[in-house]
């Protein structure tokens, strides 16, 4: 035991399944159905493997600087890192670092709760209000820090920018980071605060709305201080985080921007028809502003509709959680793919 009283222990975030089955439904990490955009494909076949002899920029600066000009930034506001895990992880350690417990819902992306844990931030987890929404008075208290997800995750609940915004506005000496992980899927993002508020810091990844999952692309804006203070940080931990094809990717990625609007279209479409069919199935769940749809059963448990689902090679995300235990998260696959899903569960709850 002696060498075990010295390890710093940690309870590790679960992942959602990654199986690889032919044929499988794969619906339970919110991954995109289509693939990335075709210049992606372009850009590896082309670059030239002699090019990986030397190490990457280590400020990823092109893909910054597409970025900042996508969105109309400066490149140094703009941070970038290996999904947006590495981004917010690196934000925790970087700008939680007070003595009063950082604030997040207590229904959430369940990775904060395993960051507050490894650096060893005191937490407080705000429990959402009737309807699983965010109101801003409980995050008025005295406090260290607020990450929130707008939309949020596993919910889909989108909260209005005034809501957002009341949150900053009473938190100007903590930093408030907005996760906007499902923004692109029909929320509003935060972006247009940046300029009055010194303290928001958004953070985007390309997994979801992207296609890009497997390039492992995140990325923050700020303002420039806590853009140098993040890196700052990054550069105390490790230099070299993007590897060079993420890089040139998530560019050829920003520039095909009628594809991703495309993708979106699709995506959105796809996800009204399913909630018009899911209530006629019985189900019940929150508007939902995201690439997925948190569904409950008027009659059957979730866990027996996920298990049934399962055996089919149909895959959605249900959570062991008390609060959440009979919703399940199912996520926007293609139309066929969710066609098939539909004709699987007007079988199974006849
Ligand atoms: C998927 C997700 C992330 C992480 O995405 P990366 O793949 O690491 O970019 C972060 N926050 C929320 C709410 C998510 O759903």
Same mark, same amino acid.
């Given at each position: $035991?002696?060498?075990? &009283?010295?390890?710093?222990?940690?309870? =590790?975030?679960? @992942? !959602?399944? +990654?199986?690889?089955? /032919?044929? $499988?439904?794969?619906? &339970?990490?919110?991954?995109?159905?289509? =693939?990335?955009? @075709? !210049?992606? +494909?372009?850009?590896? /076949?082309?670059?030239?493997?002699?090019?990986?002899?030397?190490?990457?920029?280590?400020?990823?600066?092109?893909?910054?600087?597409?970025? /900042?000009?996508?969105?109309?930034?400066?490149?140094?506001?703009?941070?970038?890192?290996?999904?947006?895990?590495?981004?917010?992880?690196?934000?925790?350690?970087?700008?939680?670092?007070?003595?009063?417990?950082?604030?997040?819902?207590?229904?959430?992306?369940?990775?904060?709760?395993?960051?507050?844990?490894?650096?060893?931030?005191?937490?407080?987890?705000?429990?959402?209000?009737?309807?699983?929404?965010?109101?801003?008075?409980?995050?008025?208290?005295?406090?260290?820090?607020?990450?929130?997800?707008?939309?949020?995750?596993?919910?889909?609940?989108?909260?209005?920018?005034?809501?957002?915004?009341?949150?900053?506005?009473?938190?100007?000496?903590?930093?408030?980071?907005?996760?906007?992980?499902?923004?692109?899927?029909?929320?509003?993002?935060?972006?247009?605060?940046?300029?009055?508020?010194?303290?928001?810091?958004?953070?985007?990844?390309?997994?979801?709305?992207?296609?890009?999952?497997?390039?492992?692309?995140?990325?923050?804006?700020?303002?420039?201080?806590?853009?140098?203070?993040?890196?700052?940080?990054?550069?105390?931990?490790?230099?070299?985080?993007?590897?060079?094809?993420?890089?040139?990717?998530?560019?050829?990625?920003?520039?095909?921007?009628?594809?991703?609007?495309?993708?979106?279209?699709?995506?959105?479409?796809?996800?009204?028809?399913?909630?018009?069919?899911?209530?006629?199935?019985?189900?019940?769940?929150?508007?939902?502003?995201?690439?997925?749809?948190?569904?409950?059963?008027?009659?059957?448990?979730?866990?027996?509709?996920?298990?049934?689902?399962?055996?089919?090679?149909?895959?959605?995300?249900?959570?062991?959680?008390?609060?959440?235990?009979?919703?399940?998260?199912?996520?926007?696959?293609?139309?066929?793919?969710?066609?098939?899903?539909?004709?699987?569960?007007?079988?199974?709850?006849?």
């Amino acid at each position: $035991m002696s060498w075990e &009283n010295n390890v710093r222990k940690v309870v =590790p975030y679960t @992942p !959602g399944d +990654q199986p690889n089955k /032919a044929g $499988m439904i794969k619906i &339970n990490t919110n991954e995109c159905p289509y =693939p990335p955009a @075709p !210049g992606v +494909q372009k850009v590896l /076949a082309e670059t030239d493997i002699s090019k990986y002899r030397l190490y990457p920029d280590t400020t990823a600066a092109p893909l910054a600087k597409a970025l /900042a000009d996508y969105y109309g930034v400066s490149e140094k506001q703009v941070f970038v890192g290996v999904g947006s895990d590495d981004v917010i992880s690196m934000s925790f350690l970087t700008f939680f670092h007070g003595d009063k417990p950082i604030l997040f819902p207590d229904i959430t992306y369940s990775f904060y709760d395993v960051w507050a844990e490894l650096y060893r931030i005191p937490y407080e987890m705000i429990p959402l209000h009737a309807d699983f929404r965010i109101h801003a008075e409980d995050y008025k208290r005295p406090n260290g820090g607020i990450i929130f997800p707008n939309p949020n995750a596993p919910t889909g609940v989108f909260e209005d920018l005034s809501v957002v915004e009341e949150i900053i506005a009473s938190n100007p000496d903590v930093v408030v980071m907005v996760d906007e992980a499902y923004v692109d899927f029909g929320g509003q993002s935060a972006l247009p605060l940046l300029n009055k508020y010194d303290n928001l810091l958004i953070v985007r990844t390309f997994s979801k709305s992207r296609a890009m999952a497997g390039m492992r692309i995140g990325f923050a804006i700020g303002n420039e201080k806590l853009i140098k203070y993040l890196s700052d940080v990054k550069f105390s931990f490790n230099s070299y985080t993007m590897n060079l094809p993420s890089i040139l990717c998530g560019v050829e990625a920003v520039r095909n921007d009628a594809y991703f609007k495309e993708t979106l279209r699709k995506v959105i479409a796809t996800r009204e028809r399913v909630k018009k069919e899911l209530k006629e199935l019985g189900f019940t769940f929150p508007d939902s502003y995201t690439n997925f749809i948190f569904a409950t059963h008027k009659s059957r448990s979730a866990k027996d509709i996920y298990e049934a689902l399962k055996v089919r090679d149909i895959y959605v995300r249900h959570f062991n959680k008390p609060e959440i235990d009979n919703y399940l998260r199912i996520s926007i696959g293609t139309d066929e793919e969710m066609d098939t899903v539909l004709a699987f569960l007007r079988d199974y709850l006849k």
